[in-house]
T-cell receptor, first 114, second 114 residues
Framework: AQSVTQLDSQVPVFEEAPVELRCNYS??????LFWYVQYPNQGLQLLLK??????LVKGINGFEAEFNKSQTSFHLRKPSVHISDTAEYFC????????????FGGGTRLMVKP | SQTIHQWPATLVQPVGSPLSLECTVEGTSNPNLYWYRQAAGRGLQLLFYSVGIGQISSEVPQNLSASRPQDRQFILSSKKLLLSDSGFYLC?????????????FGPGTRLTVL
C-alpha cells in the first residue's frame, strides 16, 4: 500500500519569496500524483497533477511540481508567493491499479507574511 | 460542468444526537463518491466510498454509516454522535471511468459535537 509524507507541517515565508513544499511517497507500483490546496473552511481544490509524460508539471496560481521517480518525490514550488497563497497544501498519490482512490499526506500549512 | 453540493455548511449537535449530512453531485452520472473527515489540524481520513447505488465500502470502523440512495446522492449518518465525531466533513466525487484519476471536493460541513 502507498503512503505519503509531507515533511513540513508548517512553512512560514515572506511575500514575494520562493517556496518549496516537500512531498515524498512510497509505493511498489506506478503512481499518479496530485497537489491540492485548501483555503480556510473550504474544500480542496486541485492545483496540479502528474499522470505521465514530462516530469515538470505546471498548475494553477503559478505553482509547479517536479516528479522525481528515483527519489520518490513530488515537491511543489512557486518562485514568488503572495499573501493570498496562505493555505493548507496536500499532496496525494494514487496507485495505477487502485482506480480513483487517493492517499493523502498530512498537509503543509503555508503562511505568507508581509 | 459538474458541481458538488454539501449541506448543511455548519452544524452544532449535542452528544448522543443523530446526524445526517448530505452530498449531491450535478452534471455527471455514475460517479464514484467519497466521504472524508478532517479533524482539527490534521489531514484527511477516508471514511466511506461508493462506486454505485447501494454499494458502500467502509475504510474505518466507527459509529458512522453511509448510504447512496440515488446515483448522485451520498449521505453520511450516525445514530448517536460522539465528541470525537467533531470535524470537517468533505464529500468528493471522481469519474467512474478508467483513466480519470483526480477527485473533486465539495465545500465541506463543519460539525461540532458538544
Amino acid at each position: 500500500a502507498q503512503s505519503v509524507t509531507q515533511l513540513d507541517s508548517q512553512v512560514p515565508v515572506f511575500e514575494e519569496a520562493p517556496v518549496e513544499l516537500r512531498c515524498n511517497y512510497s509505493s511498489s507500483v506506478s503512481v499518479y500524483l496530485f497537489w491540492y490546496v485548501q483555503y480556510p473552511n473550504q474544500g480542496l481544490q486541485l492545483l496540479l497533477k502528474y499522470l505521465s509524460g514530462s516530469t515538470l508539471v505546471k498548475g494553477i496560481n503559478g505553482f509547479e511540481a517536479e516528479f522525481n521517480k528515483s527519489q520518490t518525490s513530488f515537491h511543489l514550488r512557486k518562485p514568488s508567493v503572495h499573501i493570498s497563497d496562505t493555505a493548507e497544501y496536500f499532496c496525494a498519490v494514487s496507485e495505477n491499479n487502485a482506480g480513483n482512490m487517493l492517499t493523502f499526506g498530512g498537509g503543509t500549512r503555508l503562511m505568507v507574511k508581509p | 460542468s459538474q458541481t458538488i453540493h454539501q449541506w448543511p455548511a455548519t452544524l452544532v449537535q449535542p452528544v448522543g444526537s443523530p446526524l445526517s449530512l448530505e452530498c449531491t453531485v450535478e452534471g455527471t452520472s455514475n460517479p464514484n463518491l467519497y466521504w472524508y473527515r478532517q479533524a482539527a489540524g490534521r489531514g484527511l481520513q477516508l471514511l466511506f466510498y461508493s462506486v454505485g447505488i447501494g454499494q458502500i465500502s467502509s475504510e474505518v470502523p466507527q459509529n458512522l454509516s453511509a448510504s447512496r440512495p440515488q446515483d448522485r446522492q451520498f449521505i453520511l449518518s450516525s445514530k448517536k454522535l460522539l465528541l470525537s465525531d467533531s470535524g470537517f466533513y468533505l464529500c468528493a466525487w471522481s469519474w467512474g471511468l478508467a483513466g480519470i484519476y483526480e477527485q473533486f471536493f465539495g465545500p465541506g460541513t463543519r460539525l461540532t459535537v458538544l
